[in-house]
């Protein structure tokens, strides 16, 4: 399927990866429409920052992901919808599990129905690679058996099958999109990578952490963005969950020594237990097996974790970016 010159919606455009994925289809040639969670200040997450010559060229959508309504209006006229807005922090998962059924399942639930009144041509639902839970086996490919060890990683799987459910009874023109860890500018206190950087340039000698011994597979931003738009043009991905992901892993401990080493080789890293998640729930291991992506897409990961880190630092590195960032506090 080609994209250039289509009608994109991208919901969770105000988010981190939603943000840097409204720009790079712009750069591919897509008209993007936007959907942002509407509230009384007018603002529009990240695409605020983005530089206005762009945002012009944006349209921008203000709504409520959880409302029918307002979603089948921004489906309307739409050729293709990539589906990311969603609740993400698994500790506030256990705090409001409710808020995730309603956003994560509720909110998938809206955009496909949507999208199959209006016969859009191709939907891209978000998934994590937080719905396999601690591997099984490694790497982890397609067919790992799915575990809710959050109400985040629950509600996740929940939209899922969802979408499997619009494909399979209806033919639902449906890509299921699993990223694995991703980083990269813009993204939210809440995530171990800006955690460990925020507390390390405002010059704080001791990096506080979670659990230190789990593993990750951690992919830059721009790699995941290239993986979205490489499922979007691949027909043979219809009604299939695919991981995008590096296909390597790395303890916490050592990216945030790895972290360390690149702003402040003197500070050290602390365990703190109000951090850690409950025994059962932490996801010991994560490693991807992306095999599927490169045979029915042709994606491979570009960006290096070191490279990555690097763009990562350079950006929190100016204090404007850095503003709204509470190094100080536990996010949730």
């Known amino acids: 399927m080609e994209i250039r010159n289509k009608k994109v919606l991208v919901t969770g455009a105000d988010g981190f ?8 289809l712009m750069a591919e040639g897509c008209s993007v429409k936007a959907f942002v969670f509407y509230n ?15 945002l012009k060229n944006i349209e921008i959508f203000s709504g409520d992901i959880r409302d029918p309504n307002g979603v089948r209006s921004a489906v ?16 506030f998962s256990y705090h409001s599990p409710d808020s995730y059924i309603d956003t994560n399942v509720k909110g998938t639930l809206n955009v ?26 490694s790497p982890i490919d397609e067919k790992h058996p799915l575990q809710g060890q959050s109400p985040y990683s629950a509600s996740k799987i929940g939209a899922d099958k969802i979408a499997e459910s619009f494909y ?25 990578i800006p955690t460990v950087i925020t507390q390390l ?27 979205f738009i490489a499922l979007s043009r691949c027909d043979e991905a219809l009604g299939r969950e695919v991981n995008i992901g590096s296909g390597k892993e790395i303890s916490i401990g050592d990216l945030a020594a790895l972290i360390v080493s ?23 291991r994560l490693i991807c097996d992306n095999r599927l992506i490169g045979e029915l897409a042709g994606w491979n990961p570009e960006v290096s974790l070191k490279e990555g880190l690097i763009k990562t630092i350079e950006w929190f590195g100016n204090p404007e970016n850095r503003r709204q ?3 100080d506090i536990y996010n949730v």
């Open 76 to 91: 309307k006229g739409v050729d293709i919808v990539f589906h990311l807005a969603a609740l993400i922090g698994i500790p």
């Open 262 to 284: 690149l702003i402040n080789p003197d500070a050290k890293v602390v365990s703190e237990d109000l951090r850690k998640r409950p025994e059962k729930s932490e996801v010991e």
């Open 17 to 24: 990866i939603g943000s840097h994925l409204s720009e790079a």
């Open 168 to 192: 399979r009874s209806f033919g639902s023109p449906v890509v299921t999109a699993r990223p694995f860890n991703t980083f990269g500018p813009r993204q939210s206190a809440r995530a171990v």
């Open 201 to 227: 340039l405002e010059d704080k000698k001791e990096i506080r952490l979670g659990s230190t011994h789990p593993t990750r597979d951690l992919n830059y931003v721009g790699d995941i963005c290239r993986g």
């Open 325 to 327: 960032y509470k190094s």
């Open 40 to 54: 009384s200040f007018n603002t529009w997450g990240w695409l605020d920052t983005i530089a206005k010559d762009k």
């Open 112 to 137: 496909l129905q949507a999208a199959r009144d209006f016969s859009t041509e191709k939907v891209l639902v978000t998934s994590t690679s937080e719905v396999y839970g601690t591997a099984q086996y």
